[in-house]
């Protein structure tokens, strides 16, 4: 007798408990959808450079919720499909806000024609009229190249030049092109060092070649020239 209202006072307890957080529920789902609390802002933590306000208001057209229902995920990754979004971050500030922070791919060079690469060494694709240099080779050795650049950059100082171009073979062999349409064959050892040694001898060699279009830097004690 004393076990069957024990089982009762237990079920009584659990009916209990199960409506009361349905009505919790349901409270909780009722208020989350009320009307005040509808997204009515969308806040730019930077201004974006080459993102259009169109572009980002196509993305926004398309948040679907309000306050609290809103998929953060899902409109992050909307905007990191933009072609020049390197990252994006999307956070709710109270009561109906959304707040965006946009990370822009800046760009190091042109890759293979068709695409960009990013000052990490990372490869996208977008549009853009600026001169960069041009970087060819395959899409695994980015940021080797971008690394590459920026070094060669420096050792090239010396002599008042950029490089324009960088090509890194599917064999691992350099060859860059200068600012002045110089080319310089580096090979696949020691590249840093040949670079060097050519910056060290150039200046007092070029007034006896003037029309020279490419140098042969593979050379251990020399290098071989070909005119133009």
Known sequence: MWADADRLRAFTNLVLGLSALWIVWNGLNYAVHLPQFALRAVALTAAPGHITAAQLRTVT????????????????????????????????????????????????ARWNQSDLVNTHGEVFHAD??????????????????????????????????????????????????????????????????????????YPSSQAAMPRVRRIDLRYRDGFAVANS
């Open 61 to 108: 057209a398309q948040v679907h919720g309000n306050f609290f229902t809103v998929d953060l995920q899902r409109t992050r990754q909307a905007l990191e499909r933009l072609p020049w979004v390197r990252r994006a971050s999307v956070r709710r500030k109270f009561p109906w806000t959304l707040e965006i922070e946009l990370e822009e791919h800046i760009a190091l």
């Open 128 to 201: 853009t009229d600026e001169p960069l240099p041009a970087f060819i080779g395959e899409a695994h050795n980015a940021l080797l190249v971008a690394q590459a650049y920026g070094e060669m950059n420096q050792l090239l100082a010396p002599l008042q030049r950029q490089v324009a171009r960088v090509v890194l073979s599917p064999r691992m062999a350099w060859q860059i092109e200068l600012d002045d349409g110089l080319q310089l064959a580096l090979g696949r050892e020691a590249t840093s060092e040949r670079l060097a040694r050519f910056v060290r001898v």
